[in-house]
């Protein structure tokens, strides 16, 4: 580019990646700093991410959805730890699923599991297309400066943000499997005393049930198998986490299938397994003049609900949509344009946090009495006809 450039987007994740080319879309002027270090990471991130309605809509307008290998789920089922149950499912089609009935074929899905690797891939093809994208190694002055450096950020300090922690003293385990039965498009989530575990579909969209020899024959290599591939992502005590990620694979897998009660048969590994520390935080601050967070370098929440992603790339539309509708006598960088986006975002943020954060806590004590009180719920929640679907709309991106 010869022309100064309008925005500098320090960051080459999901988040960062997506949020270059809505401002491209815009017709300004963008730098996408992605470090050689960021990059390598990327390549071996073995986490899938559920993705709301909302979100596939924006991936989808920047032409980076990866439709072939992202896997509907037409149903959840989340368990307590003395016989609690909530299903979630859509559609006739989606309970139908739930009961038992196969696969559903019809209806919206509640959402969408896609690995990390395969949306930066599809965001990678779609930046090579649009020329108002510049990659760079380092930052360049722009009218405006967005951080997208994820929770880890080296850019907050250089803002004078402070970043402010609470942790919640458990990891998250990672990986990649396989069942020996299907999954049905189901995501499944168990909330045990101090650890919450979830086996999320994946291997793209299955169009009809199919047994696992059949799988195989038509799908070399194990783990990548339409039906059976499965995401992992175990919340568990700090200790426990080492402990777990320290075991030989059968142990492992053993421990997997006491722990979901065989529900998808024997389940085995198909990727190394990794952990990092799960907290809650936020940015004291997440804009000044020129310049504003967005994504985990901004706010983290726990994984439990699925969410961080979502909020992540709400976050790079809402201030795509504040640019878009500033006066024409302000500038990109203007603090009180700015903002308008943090005003606009922080309390969806804050009710998600407040949320994940309460659910945490519900499920960390042991004990009979928190045991009932929690599955009590559960089933009451369960039960709850309109405010159970209200709060499946809300997950899938409130459309």
Not at 7 to 24: E, F, K, N, Q, S
Request: glycine share 10%; with cysteine; net charge positive.
């Amino acid at each position: 580019m010869t022309l100064p450039l309008d925005v500098c987007v320090r960051g080459g994740g999901i988040v960062g990646r997506t949020l270059a080319l809505l401002l491209a879309q815009e017709r300004l002027r963008v730098g996408l700093v992605e470090s050689p270090e960021a990059v390598s990471a990327a390549q071996a991130d073995l986490r899938a991410y559920a993705i709301n309605a909302s979100s596939r809509a924006l991936l989808d307008r920047v032409r980076s959805w990866p439709e072939a290998l992202a896997t509907p789920v037409q149903s959840m089922a989340v368990y307590g730890d003395a016989g609690g149950e909530v299903r979630f499912a859509d559609t006739a089609a989606g309970a139908r699923q739930e009961a038992g009935a196969g696969p559903a074929h019809s209806g919206r899905p509640l959402a969408w599991i896609a690995q990390a690797t395969d949306l930066l891939g599809a965001l990678d093809q779609a930046l090579h297309y649009q020329p108002q994208i510049e990659r760079l190694a380092e930052p360049q002055s722009a009218a405006l400066t967005v951080v997208c450096e994820g929770k880890a950020s080296a850019s907050r300090a250089e803002f004078g943000v402070d970043w402010r922690v609470q942790p919640y003293y458990q990891h998250a385990i990672a990986a990649q499997l396989r069942a020996e039965r299907p999954h049905d498009q189901i995501a499944r989530q168990w909330f045990r005393p101090g650890e919450i575990l979830a086996l999320l579909p994946m291997g793209g969209p299955v169009t009809s049930p199919v047994s696992a020899a059949e799988d195989r024959a038509h799908h070399p290599g194990a783990g990548t198998a339409a039906g059976h591939a499965l995401a992992l992502v175990w919340s568990v005590p700090a200790e426990r986490a080492a402990e777990l990620t320290a075991l030989p694979a059968q142990a492992f897998e053993d421990l997997l299938h006491d722990a979901t009660g065989g529900t998808l048969g024997r389940i085995t590994l198909t990727s190394e397994r990794a952990r990092w520390p799960l907290q809650r935080a936020e940015a004291s601050r997440w804009c000044g003049p020129g310049w504003a967070l967005a994504g985990d370098a901004a706010h983290t929440v726990h994984p439990l609900a699925g969410q961080g992603l979502n909020l992540g790339l709400a976050d790079a539309s809402t201030l795509v949509q504040v640019l878009r509708a500033r006066e024409y006598w302000r500038k990109l960088g203007d603090e009180k344009l700015l903002r308008r986006y943090e005003r606009a975002r922080k309390g969806e943020v804050a009710a998600l946090q407040w949320t994940t954060g309460g659910l945490q806590w519900l499920f960390a004590p042991p004990g009979p009495a928190w045991r009932f009180v929690r599955n009590w719920g559960m089933r009451g929640f369960d039960r709850s006809g309109p405010l159970k679907h209200w709060i499946a709309r809300q997950a899938a991106g409130g459309l």
